[in-house]
């Protein structure tokens, strides 16, 4: 479907946002991110800025504003961002998902609706909108993100981390999307056109966005577009389908709240590491070095043999508990503990420190599909151990680097202990060391004995045939 592209007048555009509700909504939708915003003509106005107060809003269309822009990223101040703190002022990030079509609305309904069911199986918190004119964007909240991935914090792994999820998604729509674009057309040739085709990508017609760059912005949920004169309004994901430009025309719809959803991205995040390490490995040459094992020790290393820090996290704590929980099983695998008995402990403590059940399941599918054994992060990694006050060193704390060299330390030490190694008894003597030719009489004296013993002769009885 392709519609006629309309401009607003100034006075339409004053009226539409002085709408006391939709400044508000802008306003909280805002909060912690960058807003710009652009005139009629497509241009930005100045960068940085963001919104103090609702009436801000009309200050900025006063000033000639036609539409409102919000960073992917929240930052803890907005306006003090530059090219060389954004890691420092970078609280966070959403996942936003961008789907824009050159052939028209419905080819983007088919691209937006498989991938409404592929968030919908992993369970994420999320909403969709219109774009305004030939699209539709998904925005998957902050709040499904875990605090930290492979040791690392999650907030600074922008863009990267939403350059994989993008990629992995598309790999997973491709045929499904290419299969019901063609149908829709009706052959390849009605949806190729005269475009000469050297593989069957649907992106070429649909595009899913995968790249982000620093400060990437998106349409806010009820902005104007410049070019329709059509507002980005919430759609309700089960009403993809129905969905007509028409309905996104000032008039036509109200202004609702919209709600931060939580979910839970650890299943996502785990399955698109894991496709990206199949691929890179299948990659490699077939000469690729040996990676380390991460096993040091061929036995079980038992609970008594834990350093302090992992007694502690198993004792319970309060703050720290999901990076926690990621030390705690790579702890356990590097001590020989079978999965199942790694499970048990991981979900046994999970419920008694308050962790949900879902979160802990995830980390463990995620370790479970992990190409080699992880070890839990170096003692010098203060944010597992120091800044969430588990670090309570003992003397042999000071000679190791890793967790695991505490307990494989400790455990062969007593094992060493437990072996009640046997002795030599050097033989008797009397006095000075016998001479030569002496002690070679004794030794055939000894074995006589023996000889002699072995036959039921007393000792007496040998000396007196000697």
């Given at each position: 479907?392709?519609?006629?592209?309309?401009?607003?007048?100034?006075?339409?555009?004053?009226?539409?946002?002085?709408?006391?509700?939709?400044?508000?909504?802008?306003?909280?939708?805002?909060?912690?991110?960058?807003?710009?915003?652009?005139?009629?003509?497509?241009?930005?106005?100045?960068?940085?800025?963001?919104?103090?107060?609702?009436?801000?809003?009309?200050?900025?269309?006063?000033?000639?504003?036609?539409?409102?822009?919000?960073?992917?990223?929240?930052?803890?101040?907005?306006?003090?961002?530059?090219?060389?703190?954004?890691?420092?002022?970078?609280?966070?990030?959403?996942?936003?998902?961008?789907?824009?079509?050159?052939?028209?609305?419905?080819?983007?309904?088919?691209?937006?609706?498989?991938?409404?069911?592929?968030?919908?199986?992993?369970?994420?918190?999320?909403?969709?909108?219109?774009?305004?004119?030939?699209?539709?964007?998904?925005?998957?909240?902050?709040?499904?993100?875990?605090?930290?991935?492979?040791?690392?914090?999650?907030?600074?792994?922008?863009?990267?981390?939403?350059?994989?999820?993008?990629?992995?998604?598309?790999?997973?729509?491709?045929?499904?999307?290419?299969?019901?674009?063609?149908?829709?057309?009706?052959?390849?040739?009605?949806?190729?056109?005269?475009?000469?085709?050297?593989?069957?990508?649907?992106?070429?017609?649909?595009?899913?966005?995968?790249?982000?760059?620093?400060?990437?912005?998106?349409?806010?949920?009820?902005?104007?577009?410049?070019?329709?004169?059509?507002?980005?309004?919430?759609?309700?994901?089960?009403?993809?389908?129905?969905?007509?430009?028409?309905?996104?025309?000032?008039?036509?719809?109200?202004?609702?709240?919209?709600?931060?959803?939580?979910?839970?991205?650890?299943?996502?995040?785990?399955?698109?590491?894991?496709?990206?390490?199949?691929?890179?490995?299948?990659?490699?040459?077939?000469?690729?070095?040996?990676?380390?094992?991460?096993?040091?020790?061929?036995?079980?290393?038992?609970?008594?043999?834990?350093?302090?820090?992992?007694?502690?996290?198993?004792?319970?704590?309060?703050?720290?508990?999901?990076?926690?929980?990621?030390?705690?099983?790579?702890?356990?695998?590097?001590?020989?503990?079978?999965?199942?008995?790694?499970?048990?402990?991981?979900?046994?403590?999970?419920?008694?420190?308050?962790?949900?059940?879902g979160f802990i399941k995830a980390q463990l599918m995620w370790h479970k599909k992990q190409?080699?054994?992880?070890?839990?992060?170096?003692?010098?990694?203060?944010?597992?151990?120091?800044?969430?006050?588990?670090?309570?060193?003992?003397?042999?704390?000071?000679?190791?680097?890793?967790?695991?060299?505490?307990?494989?330390?400790?455990?062969?030490?007593?094992?060493?202990?437990?072996?009640?190694?046997?002795?030599?008894?050097?033989?008797?003597?009397?006095?000075?060391?016998?001479?030569?030719?002496?002690?070679?009489?004794?030794?055939?004296?000894?074995?006589?004995?023996?000889?002699?013993?072995?036959?039921?002769?007393?000792?007496?009885?040998?000396?007196?045939?000697?």
């Amino acid at each position: 479907m392709v519609f006629m592209e309309r401009t607003l007048t100034r006075q339409e555009i004053i009226k539409y946002y002085s709408d006391p509700k939709l400044q508000r909504i802008l306003w909280e939708f805002g909060k912690n991110r960058e807003v710009a915003t652009r005139r009629l003509d497509g241009s930005y106005m100045a960068r940085p800025s963001s919104l103090m107060y609702p009436m801000d809003v009309t200050g900025q269309v006063m000033r000639g504003a036609a539409s409102f822009h919000g960073s992917v990223e929240r930052w803890s101040d907005p306006l003090q961002i530059s090219d060389k703190n954004q890691n420092e002022l970078r609280i966070g990030f959403d996942w936003v998902i961008d789907i824009d079509s050159a052939l028209g609305l419905e080819e983007a309904k088919i691209a937006a609706c498989l991938i409404r069911d592929f968030l919908e199986r992993y369970g994420l918190g999320y909403f969709v909108k219109f774009s305004g004119r030939r699209g539709f964007h998904f925005c998957i909240f902050w709040e499904n993100f875990p605090e930290v991935i492979d040791y690392k914090e999650t907030r600074i792994l922008y863009p990267e981390l939403p350059k994989l999820l993008a990629t992995f998604l598309r790999e997973k729509i491709k045929e499904g999307l290419w299969n019901r674009l063609v149908e829709y057309k009706g052959s390849i040739k009605a949806l190729a056109g005269e475009e000469a085709l050297t593989e069957l990508d649907p992106f070429k017609f649909v595009e899913v966005e995968k790249d982000w760059s620093n400060r990437h912005l998106f349409r806010m949920p009820y902005s104007l577009h410049e070019k329709t004169g059509l507002a980005a309004i919430p759609v309700a994901p089960k009403s993809l389908e129905k969905f007509f430009p028409e309905m996104a025309k000032i008039g036509n719809f109200g202004f609702e709240e919209i709600e931060i959803k939580e979910g839970n991205a650890e299943r996502l995040i785990g399955d698109a590491y894991f496709w990206r390490s199949k691929k890179l490995e299948a990659e490699k040459p077939k000469e690729a070095p040996k990676t380390r094992e991460a096993v040091m020790f061929k036995d079980k290393i038992m609970r008594d043999n834990f350093p302090p820090c992992i007694e502690k996290i198993l004792s319970g704590i309060k703050d720290g508990r999901k990076r926690s929980a990621f030390t705690l099983i790579t702890f356990l695998r590097g001590c020989n503990w079978t999965w199942a008995e790694v499970e048990e402990e991981a979900l046994k403590w999970a419920k008694e420190n308050g962790v949900r059940e879902g979160f802990i399941k995830a980390q463990l599918m995620w370790h479970k599909k992990q190409p080699q054994s992880i070890l839990p992060p170096n003692c010098e990694n203060g944010m597992f151990y120091k800044d969430i006050a588990v670090c309570n060193p003992l003397p042999l704390c000071q000679k190791i680097k890793n967790p695991i060299n505490f307990a494989v330390i400790k455990a062969g030490r007593g094992e060493e202990k437990g072996k009640g190694k046997r002795k030599r008894r050097a033989p008797k003597t009397l006095g000075k060391a016998l001479p030569k030719v002496a002690r070679k009489r004794r030794a055939g004296a000894v074995k006589s004995k023996k000889a002699a013993k072995g036959q039921g002769v007393g000792i007496k009885g040998v000396e007196e045939q000697a």
